[in-house]
């Protein structure tokens, strides 16, 4: 099983997880932080430390973001490994607990 990012992270891109990350299975894209599955070991670290609580395991992703499962393994293949902690973007804390993000991904 894996760890999936979804759709809060997208303009928030709090890096916390990134921190305590064994495996460094972080991919870091504009605005959007994602989860190589074949890195992730399941260790439940990264889950708590999300500020925007946009890390779910794998088989707790919410039904209505199920597609951020395919998404994280696409985009860990074409964005670099992030392995430390950066500063939040300036208006992250204004984006927290938007819906509907994923129009604003940036790739």
């Known amino acids: 099983m894996t760890y999936v990012v979804t759709d809060n992270c997208i303009k928030c891109k709090y890096t916390d997880c990134v921190e305590v990350c064994p495996v460094d299975c972080f991919h870091e894209g504009p605005n959007f932080l994602v989860i190589d599955p074949e890195e992730c070991i399941d260790c ?21 973001m199920e597609h951020f499962t395919a998404l994280n393994e696409e985009l860990s293949q074409e964005w670099p490994v992030i392995t430390e902690m950066k500063p939040a973007p300036a208006d992250a804390e204004e984006w927290d607990g938007k819906p509907d993000k994923l129009q604003y991904l940036e790739r």
């Open 44 to 64: 439940t670290l990264c889950e708590p430390e999300c500020p925007a609580n946009a890390i779910f395991a794998e088989d707790e992703v919410p039904d209505n």
